[in-house]
């Protein structure tokens, strides 16, 4: 394991940065994928698209497990813990652009700062699996959305939800082609603007649904058995800490185009005014309609097995249409990390980035990755209680430990100072949750292990 680098060293590194931009002569990942050309507000689309997605619709059913004052205090909590955290992460990046090594990984940033060559593999297998995982979740809920519209057009229809998910992952198959990071920033935006329009679909049906006289009673108590009340409150703040996460801000940041000093923070503060408005909404209507039986997904509260539906079938389908186009957006966002490792491995940076000796390998790589994806989602329509585990475990370390630390050691506050000591303690207490989140998620994972089916046509709450 190398030694932790000096102040010194820091400053002046004697090794050239394997991410500096001298390096991206020789690095087609980074002269491709991560290409620097973007603005802050193309960093604000991505970053929405990355944290403001369908499982915003998981809310009410977070505060049914934590009451209105706990699910008030934990969601406000981690929106500025997150903003912070995501605060640090790129004042750590400008600090070592301004030293000369401008990181565009969260892996070689970790690496470099942290001195160890195990961190490099540590964050590349976290992100790897986050960000597979998110991929499969994408395509496995895109096509339980087409499967709901089929359904409700055609209810003695034959198709299966496999046959859904080959759909979705034909579509993706083509979006996949989309070259660089930089260049989904249209589809970004249209995904912002997706995330509202679903958002009030589903709190004005919501609204509409409580004073319904076909609701069900309001009931806001938690579940009588302390232990219960226990695991039900750290499952919740797991999927707060997972809805708020996205461990790809380096890479993110990389696609601003150079000097990129400053504009981060102007695309963190664009994404969390379209938090603000979706999170509480959502979280607020759907949890004071249905209180504690608010369903894991807010639109099938809304659409009740037993009973007529308390939303309009138009106000419904056009919310699962908004959610399942958002779905393909995420679906590309997570897998640009994926895309720039295949990159820089097969692709020449010296030949043009549309030059057949690029083009090919890159559709044949990308079409076996979604290929890849949209299996795994159709052997495994139980992959939600899987990615909640997933979540518990990566997105904690990558986005409320890591940064902290990061800071802490690029910029060397005093021991004294409060803002060490809030970032310590920040560390402290989310290592607990993240154990005590996979400990529930696993807990999840053993209870529904009965219901679990290969390539099932019932997706697994």
Known sequence: MNSLPTAHSMAQPTQPDPCSEVRRDSDAGAAFVLESKGEWWHAGFHLTTAIVGPTILTLPYVFRGLGWGLGFTCLTVMGFVTFYSYYLMSKVLDHCEKAGRRHIRFRELAADVLGSGWMFYFVIFIQTAINTGVGIGAILLA?????IMYSDLFPNGSLK??????MVTVVMIVL???PTFHSLRHINLVSLLLSLGYTFLVVGA???AGFSKNAPPKDY?????KSARIFSGFTSISIIAAIFGNGILPEIQATLAPPATGKMVKGLLMCYSVIFVTFYSAAVSGYWAFGNES???ILKSLMPDNGPSLAPTSVIGLAVVFVLLQ?????????????????KKSADVKQGLFSKRNLIPRLILRTLYMMLCGFMAAMLPFFGDINGVVGAIGFIPLDFILPMLLYNMTHKPPKTSIIYWTNI??????????????????RKLILDANKFKLFSSDVVD
């Open 425 to 442: 303690s920040i560390m402290a207490v989310f290592t607990g949750a993240g154990f005590m989140g996979a400990f529930s998620s696993t």
């Open 206 to 208: 919501c609204i509409n």
């Open 327 to 343: 779905l393909f957006a995420i679906g590309l966002v997570y897998s640009q990390v994926a895309f720039e490792i295949m990159e």
């Open 161 to 166: 939800l496999y046959e859904f998910i080959a």
């Open 295 to 297: 369903n894991s997904n």
């Open 143 to 147: 096509g339980e959305c087409l499967q």
């Open 176 to 178: 996949s082609q989309l």
């Open 221 to 225: 108590s938690l579940e009588s058995s």
